[in-house]
């Protein structure tokens, strides 16, 4: 996998995430409430500052109120698009 394939990939996952959570029109204090974890979590996640692990990903889609089928579907789907876009 290509390191820009690679980012555009992060890029996508963490757009899902903010996205989400502006849906629900949550802040990220209080997702970060919901974990346990201070604001500076969440806006690192966001930022790609740092990344989350498949365990941390699940609780943060828990916080968003969203299972992880959900979340991964809609996820497959807009990386899906972002390559066809690319190559098309």
């Known amino acids: 996998m290509s390191k ?3 980012t555009q990939a992060n890029d996508i996952f963490r757009e899902l995430l903010k996205e989400t959570r502006g849906a629900k029109n949550l802040t990220q204090a209080d997702v970060a409430k919901s974990l346990g974890v201070p604001q500076s979590y969440v806006s690192k ?8 692990d498949f365990v941390e990903t699940a609780l943060v889609c828990e916080a968003l109120e969203m299972s992880i089928e959900d979340f991964a579907a809609a996820y497959s789907t807009r990386l899906a698009r972002g390559r066809r876009t690319k190559s098309g």
């Open 4 to 6: 820009t394939t690679y």
């Open 45 to 52: 996640y966001e930022s790609g500052e740092r990344r989350l």
